[in-house]
C-alpha cells in the first residue's frame, strides 16, 4: 500500500473513530435509567425529534426541540442541570449531545433506543 492509501485509511479510521466513542460528559442511559430521573427537579428532558414525531408519541416531561433548532434554543436551558436527551432511535440524540457539549454543557445523559426503546 502506498502512502495516499495510508493517509485515506486513517482519516476513514478517525472518521468512525470519532463518530463511535463515547463523548467525556456524555452518558448512555437505558429507557428505565431516564424514567428513574423524572422525579429530578434538576434534570431537563428534550426530544429532538421533528414536531410531528413528537406529537404522535411523546412522553412527559420531554420538551421538544427539534434537533435543526437545538443550537437556536439553548439558551433556554439550565447548563447548570443535567439534560437527557431522546429521539426515535438515539442517533439525533446523540448528536444533539455532541451539540450540547459543544455549547457548554456538561451532564448530558443520551437515552439507548430512543423512544423505539421506551417500554
Known amino acids: 500500500m502506498g502512502i495516499i ?3 485515506l485509511l486513517i482519516i476513514i479510521i478517525a472518521f468512525f ?3 463511535f466513542m463515547p463523548v467525556k460528559g456524555i452518558t ?3 429507557v428505565q435509567e431516564a424514567k428513574d430521573k423524572f422525579k429530578d427537579n434538576n434534570v431537563q428532558f428534550i426530544d429532538v425529534r421533528t414536531p410531528g414525531e413528537y406529537k404522535a408519541n411523546h412522553r412527559k416531561p420531554f420538551k421538544n426541540i427539534p434537533l ?3 443550537t437556536s434554543k439553548t439558551s433556554s436551558l439550565d447548563k447548570e442541570k443535567e439534560v ?4 426515535q432511535s438515539g ?5 444533539a ?3 450540547l457539549k459543544k455549547q457548554g454543557f456538561k451532564n448530558i445523559s443520551n437515552v439507548k433506543g430512543g423512544m423505539g426503546a421506551w417500554i
Open 5 to 7: 492509501e495510508w493517509v
Open 28 to 30: 448512555n442511559i437505558s
Open 68 to 70: 435543526s433548532n437545538l
Open 84 to 87: 437527557v436527551v431522546i429521539c
Open 17 to 19: 473513530f470519532n463518530r
Open 91 to 95: 442517533m439525533r440524540s446523540t448528536k
Open 97 to 99: 449531545a455532541k451539540v
